[in-house]
């Protein structure tokens, strides 16, 4: 027979990816006691499985400080973390094969300046001359010299192990149930593992769990708008060198980069919404290796080991929802990130750990607050 075991923290996180692990490090830095929850293992999800792009250009513009102070910490996790997560900053080029992509690409890139982002637009020569590697299908390209790469298989689970070196409690293969409350503020989230229930006592709960977020803690009675898309991936054997910087087309539907080892990572198709199916469509292989070779001609006949789906998060207006929960003391989202929240997992954890501790996050978040969506009449 199980019987229901109890434990205590000043912090329960729910959700063991990049957002939720970054979070307990930054909290344990500040010297909070965390309890991390995680249903499987640290960055099993998208935070383990994406594109590994960290960037700052073609970004709603809401996110963009977010991204430019993510990236700055990008630059000095290495020593932080003290673990090799190959992040390498060496750009990201986003390609138009037509005049009226590139027209909204120097309407970015005009915005981009304004708000301190260095991107240059680039013509067809220029493009040639700086990226040769690619095919001559581009009219043009915006480019962000200090986007980079990362691997996203090592990002999520440095921060784990740096968080429990701080001494974070991380429960694996543990599935937060529910989030209870009393008198309106969070008093404990209840747990399951494969030996029975863990009654987690905390005053503070962080709502880190991806696309599922919208699942966790019944009880409170809080509706996320945030839905499952289901998107894949697909990596070579080692090439030769042929390109650093992440490049991608929205007109071809894929994307790129080259691992420090030589895989090329291609990326892009199967988008399925309003799903947790992770299977690959059957024609996703040939989809991917087309645009790839489209893309970059020295990839014609390249050979996929392999090809992984992973799923999104994605809020109606793909931000996400990141800030305290209003009428629940104690209760925060961090949640929706919408595809693109690899880049920004760093600074979510930073902001949420400044929120929790000093009461004021360092960069404003109320743009991501969770009553948008309530205020411009849009359901969760
Ligand atoms: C194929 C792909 C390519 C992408 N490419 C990029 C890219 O190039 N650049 C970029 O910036 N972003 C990219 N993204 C998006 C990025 O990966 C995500 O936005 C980011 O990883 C979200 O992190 P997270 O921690 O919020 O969520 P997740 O990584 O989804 O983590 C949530 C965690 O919560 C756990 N969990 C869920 N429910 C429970 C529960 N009840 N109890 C306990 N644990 C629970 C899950 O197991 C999971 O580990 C891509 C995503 C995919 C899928």
Request: net charge neutral; aromatic share 6%; charged share 25%.
């Amino acid at each position: 027979m199980s019987t229901q075991r109890k434990m205590g923290a000043e912090v329960v996180i729910i959700g063991g990816g990049i957002v939720g692990c970054a979070g307990a490090y930054y909290l344990a830095r500040r010297g909070v006691k965390v309890v991390l929850v995680e249903k499987s293992v640290v960055g099993n999800e998208a935070s383990g499985r994406n594109g590994g792009g960290v960037r700052q250009q073609c970004r709603d513009r809401r996110e963009r400080p977010l991204a430019m102070a993510s990236v700055k910490l990008w630059q000095g996790l290495q020593a932080e973390l003290d673990f090799d997560v190959e992040y390498l900053q060496a750009g990201n080029i986003r390609m138009a094969t037509n005049e009226k992509r590139m027209q909204d690409l120097e309407r970015e890139g005009a915005e981009e300046l304004q708000d301190g982002l260095a991107v240059e637009i680039w013509d067809r020569d220029e493009l040639r001359r700086r990226a040769p590697y690619l095919s001559d299908v581009f009219v043009g390209a915006k480019y962000c010299a200090t986007d980079g790469t990362a691997n996203p298989l090592l990002a999520p689970r440095a921060f784990g192990w740096a968080a429990k070196r701080l001494g974070v409690t991380l429960l694996t293969h543990t599935r937060a149930v529910d989030i209870c409350a009393q008198n309106g503020h969070v008093t404990h989230v209840v747990a399951q593992d494969n030996a029975g229930e863990i009654m987690i006592e905390a005053p503070i709960v962080v709502n880190a769990a991806g696309p599922w977020a919208p699942q966790v803690g019944p009880s409170l009675g809080i509706k996320l708008p945030i839905e499952p898309e289901r998107t894949v991936v697909a990596v070579t054997q080692r090439l030769p060198r042929l390109f650093d910087t992440f490049v991608s087309s929205h007109d071809l539907g894929v994307y790129s980069r080259q691992a420090r080892e030589g895989q090329v990572h291609v990326g892009g198709v199967g988008t399925l919404t309003r799903t947790f199916d992770q299977s690959t469509p059957v024609d996703a292989l040939e989809y991917l290796a087309r645009g790839a070779a489209q893309m970059i001609p020295a990839l014609r006949g390249i050979n996929f080991l392999r090809t992984w789906g992973g799923t999104l998060e994605m809020t109606p207006d793909k931000v996400p929802v990141l800030g305290r929960v209003p009428g629940i003391e104690g209760y925060v989202v961090a949640a929706g990130f919408s595809g693109h929240g690899f880049c920004l997992g760093p600074i979510a954890g930073k902001l949420i750990s400044e929120m929790i501790v000093e009461g004021e996050p360092s960069l404003p978040l109320h743009e991501f607050r969770l009553e948008r969506f309530a205020e411009k009449g849009i359901r969760g």
